[in-house]
């Protein structure tokens, strides 16, 4: 099991930048890969961005690519999601997620956040 507590997320005018981050329990971290996702207001959840493991390999999804970079602490326990040139369509409830130990792509999703809300105003 793992519980993962979001963090970081405000309101932010279109153009800034904002840094999520993801603290998991247990000692299991270094050997999950993780995600971010994001469910925008009145959509679906959308994949967001996913590292693995080592941190060795990322992937994003096209709306973001260029704009967030995920990245990892092993050490800490933490996965970060670093947004910049925000977008009023990035304004989500931005999630993270675990695999369990050993995942590999194509990811599944395990363990889920609650939640942070990022808003982005025009």
């Known amino acids: 099991q793992v519980q993962l507590v979001e963090s970081g997320g405000a309101l932010v005018q279109a153009g800034g930048s904002l840094s999520l981050s993801c603290a998991a329990s247990?000692?299991?971290?270094?050997?999950?890969?993780m995600g971010w996702f994001r469910r925008p207001p009145g959509k679906e959840r959308q994949f967001v961005a996913a590292?693995?493991?080592?941190?060795?390999?990322?992937y994003y999804a096209s709306a973001v690519k260029g704009r967030f970079t995920i990245s990892r602490d092993n050490a800490k326990n933490t996965v970060y999601l670093q947004m910049n040139s925000l977008k009023p369509e990035d304004t989500a409830v931005y999630y993270c997620?675990?695999?369990?130990?050993?995942?590999?792509?194509?990811?599944?999703?395990?363990?889920w956040g609650q939640g942070t809300q990022v808003t982005v105003s025009s």
């Open positions: 590292i693995t493991s080592s941190g060795d390999n990322t």
């Open positions: 247990g000692r299991t971290f270094s050997s999950r890969a």
């Open positions: 997620a675990a695999t369990k130990p050993g995942g590999t792509p194509p990811f599944k999703y395990d363990y």
